[in-house]
């Protein structure tokens, strides 16, 4: 089974080449990599051909105009020759045995999406929202551990298309990504391959960090973005299950979230002012009521600009 690693990027070039070279220490190569530049003039390009990694020979770098997550990640596999699909989002860095495990388990599972583990990295310099962060990664990685081999079945069948491996030929069967959608395409995927007899699994050993950047104001922005594309989602398919929409709370929970629909909520989280007045608990449930007031309950109520 030959294997293509397909990498998205936008923008990505002050992290991309953290996953080049994580590429090249994996224990189980790549047969190719394609690097698809989605209209970002970043000098990505130019980076990867002057770079110095192991795998560069095997590397193919391609440009296209700005089309989206989904159009971009179709384009690569246009160009690939593998027999398995591997996509990587560009802020991963996989540990040496992330290939060798999706390969393994795709070998002994047929029809399967399979999403490896992530997490957010945390060292002493890490800032306590990524902290944060990385703990709601913890939490929700060991939630996905209690299925049993790992199937996601019914309404817990996901994958993310940071850290995920398909079979070349299902993938063109299912005609990949639906290239109207910004977002909320690996969801829309998800429902087409379920109703196609496609089994998802989730396997914690094809392990990779995720090198994210988060504050508070970009993971309330993500939220908000991934609700509009539910939203754009349903109007252009509304035949499709309705998973994420979180209704708007009513009477005293309405009026207690209310009260953090203020920019000073936001900017205390990111400047860690928090971490010299309250516990490592109570932080953390603070952070929630933050998060979820300004990006689910009510995301048009303060500006994040």
């Known amino acids: 089974m030959t294997i293509s690693v397909l990498i998205p990027t936008y923008n990505g070039a002050g992290k991309i080449m953290n996953l080049l070279h994580c590429l090249g220490k994996q224990t189980l190569l790549p047969d190719e990599i394609i690097v698809l530049i989605d209209g970002s003039k970043d000098g990505t390009e130019e ?103 790992g199937l996601l079945e019914g309404d817990s069948a996901f994958f993310t298309a940071a ?45 990779a960090w995720h090198n994210d950047p988060l504050t508070c104001s970009t993971y309330i922005r993500r939220l908000r973005q991934y609700a509009q594309a539910h939203r754009k989602l349903q109007s252009l398919m509304p035949e499709l299950p309705v998973r994420y929409k979180q209704p708007v709370p009513q009477g005293l929970k309405k009026i207690f979230f209310k009260l953090f629909l203020n920019r000073f909520w936001i900017r205390s989280v990111d400047n860690g002012f928090w971490t010299r007045l309250l516990p490592l608990s109570l932080r953390y449930r603070l952070y929630d009521y933050v998060i979820t007031a300004n990006g689910v309950y009510f995301p048009d109520k303060v500006s994040l600009s």
Request: charged letters at 30%; hydrophobic letters at 40%.
């Open 47 to 149: 980076l990867i051909a002057d770079g110095d990694f192991s795998l560069k020979a095997r590397t193919k770098v391609l440009w296209q105009p700005n089309g989206g997550r989904a159009k971009v990640r179709n384009t690569a596999v246009a160009h690939a020759s593998g027999d398995l699909l591997i996509f990587f989002d560009d802020d991963m860095l996989p540990l040496p045995d992330c290939i060798k495990q999706h390969h393994d388990w795709q070998l002994t599972h047929e029809r399967a999406f399979v999403t490896g583990g992530l997490e957010e990295p945390v060292d002493e310099t890490t800032s306590d929202i990524l902290r944060y962060k990385a703990s709601l990664s913890r939490k929700w990685n060991k939630e996905l551990e209690g299925h049993p081999d």
């Open 163 to 207: 850290n995920f491996s398909v079979p070349a030929g299902l993938f063109r069967e299912l005609k990949g990504f639906d290239e109207r959608l910004n977002d909320a395409e690996d969801y829309e995927l998800c429902v087409r391959a379920q109703r196609a007899g496609v089994r998802f699994y989730f396997l914690p050993d094809a392990f």
